[in-house]
């Protein structure tokens, strides 16, 4: 497969009870190793909510989109912009979490006619810090070993808690809600004859966390549309002290933190997420 043709991504679509049809869809776009399930406590009530289509997707080598040996963010933006075209929208409004939020944010960046509003949870215009790279090639590491031990005795239960149990191992100070968060989070996962399987492509993204620059972020290009950034009070990530560089991509953007919550801002406070949202649209 060529290193730049899109794949078709994986989606799942709440329809509003009371459709506006004149705007424009939501897109959710989740994290690294999470999938669009990530997004089930908000996505039909933020349909309602708002009187848009919601679309959670999930991004190639991740869930049950297509798989491929080729993943970085500038290939991720083009997969947003393929999907858009299959589907027939021509501008969304976009809501990204963590890798996702960089995603969303890159693809306002560079083709800013496709996005309307951007919504971005705890996450900055940055590339991440090396070390976070490290924290993620042993949680796959690791996670990957997981699924090479498992046997036909292992059940969905206990294959979800060995998974949960990479993530809290091997990322550093977890705020104590993001660990509450992590304890009820699922990961896609199949059955096999033999154990379990990854639905994520851990081995190609395993190969690409050793690959520099993955997360190429764009050094130029403004974002003229409104813009929210909401970030967990709690997160290990720096949000709020960013805020130079988030206006300077973002003119018209506005910070909104959470107390109490973590990385996870969004399954912190669903109702409290879905508010704001609905107030910024």
């Not at 909510?49 to 919601?54: F, I, L, S, Y």
């Not at 693809?107 to 309307?116: G, H, Q, S, Y």
């Not at 997360?215 to 130029?220: A, D, T």
Request: charged share 25%; net charge negative; glycine share 4%.
């Amino acid at each position: 497969m060529s290193e730049k043709k899109s794949v078709t991504l994986a989606f799942k679509l709440c329809e509003p009870e009371k459709s506006k049809s004149d705007c424009s869809p939501i897109i959710l776009h989740h994290g690294f190793l999470s999938c669009k399930e990530r997004w089930r406590p908000i996505q039909q009530d933020l349909a309602n909510a708002t009187g848009r289509k919601v679309y959670a997707i999930d991004a190639r080598n991740h869930g049950e989109s297509e798989k491929s040996d080729y993943f970085n963010f500038d290939i991720l933006t083009e997969d947003l912009k393929h999907f858009m075209d299959v589907q027939k929208i021509a501008s969304a409004c976009f809501v990204g979490h963590s890798m996702g939020g960089l995603v969303v944010m890159a693809l306002a960046l560079t083709a800013p006619d496709r996005v309307e509003k951007l919504i971005v949870e705890d996450v900055s215009p940055k590339e991440p810090e090396q070390e976070l790279y490290y924290v993620f090639q042993a949680v796959v590491e690791e996670q990957l070993k997981c699924f090479e031990e498992s046997t036909s005795s292992d059940t969905e239960g206990s294959m979800q808690q060995k998974l949960r149990e990479c993530l809290l191992r091997n990322i550093p100070m977890i705020p104590d809600e993001d660990q509450e968060i992590i304890q009820k989070m699922e990961f896609p996962i199949k059955k096999v004859d033999n154990g379990f399987q990854p639905l994520t492509n851990l081995k190609v993204i395993q190969k690409v966390l050793y690959t520099p620059r993955i997360c190429h972020f764009p050094e130029k290009g403004q974002f003229n549309n409104d813009a929210l950034f909401i970030y967990g009070c709690k997160s290990n990530f720096t949000v709020m002290e960013d805020s130079p560089l988030i206006s300077k991509y973002f003119p018209k953007s506005r910070l909104f933190g959470v107390e109490n919550a973590g990385h996870e801002v969004c399954l912190h406070d669903p109702k409290g997420f879905i508010t704001e949202i609905t107030k910024f649209l």
